[in-house]
């Protein structure tokens, strides 16, 4: 997510936006920039951390006391000094600050050109900028109008701050889908995309409400309009957080608020790549590999830790639905094995901070045997990324805790949506299937919503009772089965607690032996198709006294005789489930760690990205 800073009042601005931005920095980014304006708009912006831009600028002329600030996630476009905002309009008489993602920006940016219009970067957000001050200035309109109009014509996300040389006394800001909240001091305004940059100087803050407009000039009254140019009282409340609890967006922790993210993220990593009235999944990263993908010889998916349990959850995706070879390799294993690899099979590499060392190792050796090479990443721009011949990104967003929760559901949300893309293109899913699976991926967002709000009291009450345990054993069958894994991880890494994860079946040939009154099993007991198995494997561990806590599907009966704890999850698709399941798991990892009194954002020993070998 990129961070938003704007300023209008009677003192300097270039501290309070910098100062701003560093309050910010906790959010992750890539480039900052800052835009001021004395006389001129002058905009200033780098790629890497504050501090850079900070030192590279610190001569420059930096007075002004309206001004805007903006620390860039990549989304479009790569992490340079060219994508980097503010982005300038074409007279550069505006500039633009902004979160979010304009989905339909290609075609909004080809009318442009058709015009006229030259582009610097790659950037959805100077396509913005450059039709803002096109509508201005052919339909001569003034810069709310502009604004209302262009943001008529924009599908997706945003959070704008944009400044005028022809309105010095003027800040725009504008929001739809992402967060922007304004700050009202005494004769001053400050912007952000939350409350952080702003509690230090004022606790009166307006939290902007999708397409809502503020006109906020100086010595003024602040001024809320929508895009359809309804005027609306702005709702002043009183921040009650301090700054670290805001950071967190209130949680006590990065991780819960990761865990808790996942309605969006798993929407944002869907977002204007499916269209459920043409029944379309369109992954703009790999369009030029998807006849590729279909006519594969193997899918070999690379990755490590919770990216590698996403790939071996892809291994059962592609067999399923798109009747594709695929096998998954711990990469630290496949770059040192030398495989048997040909140009006929296409290696895909999972990775979160796209800086894995073994992982990027494995690419590079897949390269050099002629595989083609793809990437599912998170960090726009990473090494992987970068690598890769092509791939797609998650979009889940910055994610801080080292233990990663938001960032395996966008995986596997991307991994869904190859399979049945290449499913449907080689025709193994036929098309009323293939819409059934669409509109139902389309709910999991609003599940994994509902699982946030139902299940937490009965994981607080399991995590109480198991807290002190010395082992956990985790066990799935079919795609369950990786969920076990991930479950299994999650808890160790941050707990300290040993558990393994088992497919249920191998339970009887050997890790039964370790069954006994003091063992929790969690078993995700949702398949249907082999529902009657796993429910034997509950029985065999129930009678020698070991403690079962399950994953059921809502209404489950059977499974709940035999459990001495149920965690109750929405009916799915049986290829859906692992997203929905896998969420109780976090959160019960998470409350035994926390209970623990363990770090939970950093656990002893682990590193957010393992770049080392
Ligand atoms: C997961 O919770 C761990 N933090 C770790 O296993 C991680 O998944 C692994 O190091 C791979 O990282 P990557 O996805 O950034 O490549």
Request: hydrophobic share 40%.
């Amino acid at each position: 997510m990129c961070g938003i800073v704007g300023y209008i009042g009677p003192r300097q601005a270039y501290p309070i936006l910098i100062n701003g931005l560093h309050r910010l920095e906790y959010r992750g980014y890539d480039s900052a920039g800052v835009a001021l304006l004395n006389g001129n708009v002058r905009v200033f912006k780098r790629q890497g951390k504050v501090n850079d831009l900070e030192d590279a600028i610190k001569s420059e002329d930096l007075t002004g006391n309206i001004g805007i600030a903006h620390t860039r996630w990549a989304t479009h476009g790569e992490p340079n000094i060219t994508n980097a905002h503010p982005h300038y309009s074409p007279s550069e008489k505006l500039a633009i600050i902004h979160n979010g993602i304009i989905e339909n920006y290609s075609t909004l940016k080809e009318e442009l050109i058709n015009r006229g219009y030259i582009f610097q970067s790659t950037t959805d957000t100077e396509v913005l900028i450059h039709l803002i001050e096109d509508i201005m200035v052919n339909e001569k309109v003034d810069l709310v109008e502009a604004v209302q109009l262009a943001l008529s014509q924009v599908i997706g996300a945003y959070a704008i701050v944009i400044i005028s040389k022809d309105h010095p006394d003027l800040l725009i800001a504008a929001k739809k889908g992402s967060p922007l909240v304004i700050g009202i001091g005494e004769d001053e305004f400050f912007i952000a995309s939350d409350a952080t940059p702003i509690v230090e100087y004022t606790k009166k803050v307006v939290y902007l409400e999708d397409e809502e407009i503020a006109i906020i000039e100086r010595n003024k009254e602040l001024k809320i309009k929508t895009i359809k140019n309804k005027d609306k009282n702005p709702y002043i409340q009183k921040l009650e957080l301090n700054l670290t609890a805001l950071e967190k967006s209130g949680y006590p922790h990065f991780m819960l608020k990761e865990i808790n993210e996942q309605p969006n993220s798993v929407h944002d990593s869907m977002r204007g790549r499916m269209s459920l009235k043409n029944g379309i999944i369109s992954l703009g990263g790999i369009i030029d590999y998807v006849q590729k993908l279909a006519s594969a010889n193997r899918i070999i998916i690379i990755g490590c830790g919770t990216s590698w349990h996403a790939g071996l959850v892809g291994e059962y995706l592609f067999e399923d639905l798109s009747r594709t070879n695929c096998e998954v390799e711990y990469a630290s294993e496949f770059r040192y094995r030398n495989p048997v690899l040909s140009e006929n099979d296409i290696v895909i590499a999972i990775s979160q901070s796209g800086e894995t060392a073994d992982t990027l190792a494995a690419l590079q050796l897949a390269k050099s045997k002629g595989a083609t090479i793809l990437g599912i990443c998170n960090v726009v721009g990473s090494t992987i990324a970068r690598f890769t011949d092509a791939g797609s990104y998650t979009h889940a967003g910055p994610e801080i805790g080292v233990a990663s929760t938001k960032a395996f559901t966008a995986q596997v949300t991307i991994l869904t949506m190859m399979a049945l893309m290449i499913g449907h293109q080689k025709g193994t899913i036929n098309k009323s299937k293939y819409i059934q699976y669409l509109n139902e991926l389309s709910r999991i967002p609003d599940k994994i919503k509902e699982i946030l709000e139902k299940t937490e009291e009965k994981v607080l009450e399991i995590a109480a009772h198991f807290k002190d345990s010395h082992n956990f054993l985790y066990l799935g069958r079919g795609y369950n089965y990786p969920v076990a894994l991930e479950g299994a991880l999650k808890l160790k890494e941050i707990s300290y607690i040993h558990a393994e994860g088992y497919p249920a079946a191998e339970m009887k040939h050997g890790p039964i032996a370790l069954i006994d009154e003091e063992m929790p099993v969690v078993v995700i007991a949702t398949n249907r198709g082999t529902y009657d198995k796993v429910v034997s494997n509950i029985q065999e561990v129930k009678a020698r006294k070991g403690k079962i806590i399950s994953i059921v599907t809502e209404g489950d009966t059977m499974v709940r005789e035999s459990s001495d704890y149920v965690i109750e999850i929405p009916e799915t698709e049986e290829f859906l489930v692992p997203i929905l399941a896998t969420i109780p798991l976090q959160l019960l990892a998470y409350h035994i760690a926390v209970m623990r009194g363990c770090n939970v954002d950093q656990p002893r020993n682990l590193a957010k990205s393992v770049t080392v070998e």
